[in-house]
C-alpha cells in the first residue's frame, strides 16, 4: 500500500507491536490482543527495535489493562452506548468491548484510515469508522456523535495522542468534550508530565519516528479548567506496574515532576 504516514501518526506500530508480541516479555501483562498479532503479520514489518524497548512495551500493556477495565465497567452499566477511540491507529478495542448492543467508532486521520481499513475488518454492523483532526475544532458534530440531555452516555478512549498536540489544542479537545458529551461519558486518556515536553528525541521508540512531545501536566487541574462540566474521576501512575520501587521513586521526584510521569486519567462530565 502506498501510503504515506506523518511523524505523529507512524507511532501507531510502537503500540501494535507490544499488544502484538510484548507478552512474550511480560506474559503477565500480557493483553489477548488476537487482531494485533494478525495485523502485524499482515503488514510485514520489522518492529524488533521497538520491542527491544522494555519499558515502553510493558507501560503499553499496563495502559492496555487500564482502558480494558474501563471499557468493559462502563459498557456494563450502558450495554447500549456509543464508544469512541479517537486516533484509533492499527488498535481493535471493539474486540473487547462487544456487549451485543452497543456501538464503536474508530476515528484517525484519512491517511491512517485508508492504512487500516483493508488491514483490520469490521465484524458488526454496528461499528463505523470516521476522518477527523484533533487539532480542528468542532471535530464532535463532524462525526456526529451524541449529545443533549436526552442522549446516552458517551465512551471516548485517546490512548498515545494527545501528548503529541499543543496545550491550546489539548485544552480544545477538552473544552468539546465538556461542551457536547451528554451526562454519565466517560473520557479515558493517557498523560505525560511537563518534564517530557520537547524531549522525544531520548524516547528509544518514539525517537524513530521524528515526533515530538509537546504537552504534559503541570498540575491535575489542568484537566478540568477548560470546561465547568469537566470532572476528574480517576487518575493513575504507571508507576504501579514497576511495584514498591517505582512508586517510591515516583515519590521522590513528585517535587519536580508535580504529576505522573505517565499515567492514565479517566474524566466525566455533569448534566448540562
Request: aromatic share 8%; glycine share 8%; charged share 15%.
Amino acid at each position: 500500500m502506498d501510503i504515506t504516514l506523518d511523524a505523529v501518526s507512524s507511532t501507531l506500530l510502537i503500540p501494535l507491536a507490544a499488544r502484538a508480541q510484548g507478552g512474550a516479555s511480560f506474559p503477565w501483562m500480557a493483553c489477548q490482543d488476537r487482531q494485533a498479532a494478525a495485523t502485524l503479520s499482515e503488514l510485514n514489518v520489522d518492529v524488533s527495535i521497538y520491542l527491544r524497548d522494555h519499558a515502553t512495551v510493558l507501560n503499553i500493556l499496563w495502559r492496555t489493562q487500564v482502558l480494558k477495565q474501563a471499557g468493559q465497567d462502563f459498557f456494563a452499566h450502558h450495554p447500549e452506548s456509543l464508544g469512541v477511540c479517537l486516533g484509533c491507529g492499527l488498535s481493535d478495542h471493539f474486540q473487547w468491548f462487544d456487549q451485543g448492543r452497543n456501538h464503536w467508532m474508530d476515528v484517525d486521520l484519512p491517511a491512517v484510515m485508508a492504512l487500516r481499513q483493508p488491514l483490520i475488518p469490521m465484524h458488526s454492523r454496528r461499528q463505523t469508522q470516521g476522518s477527523s483532526c484533533l487539532k480542528e475544532p468542532g471535530w464532535w458534530q463532524r462525526l456526529g456523535l451524541p449529545t443533549g440531555p436526552q442522549a446516552k452516555p458517551v465512551f471516548l478512549l485517546c490512548e498515545g495522542v494527545l501528548m503529541y498536540l499543543t496545550p491550546d489544542q489539548v485544552a480544545n479537545v477538552l473544552r468539546e468534550f465538556g461542551e457536547h458529551a451528554p451526562a454519565g461519558s466517560r473520557f479515558l486518556l493517557d498523560t505525560m508530565s511537563h518534564v517530557a515536553i520537547g524531549m522525544a528525541k531520548y524516547h528509544p521508540s518514539v525517537s524513530r519516528t521524528g515526533a515530538e512531545f509537546r504537552w504534559g501536566l503541570r498540575s491535575m487541574d489542568e484537566l478540568t479548567a477548560p470546561h465547568p462540566r469537566l470532572r476528574l474521576l480517576s487518575s493513575r501512575s504507571v508507576s504501579e506496574c514497576y511495584g514498591l520501587t517505582g512508586q517510591a521513586t515516583e515519590a521522590l521526584w513528585r517535587p519536580w515532576i508535580t504529576t505522573p510521569m505517565y499515567g492514565m486519567v479517566e474524566l466525566g462530565v455533569d448534566a448540562q
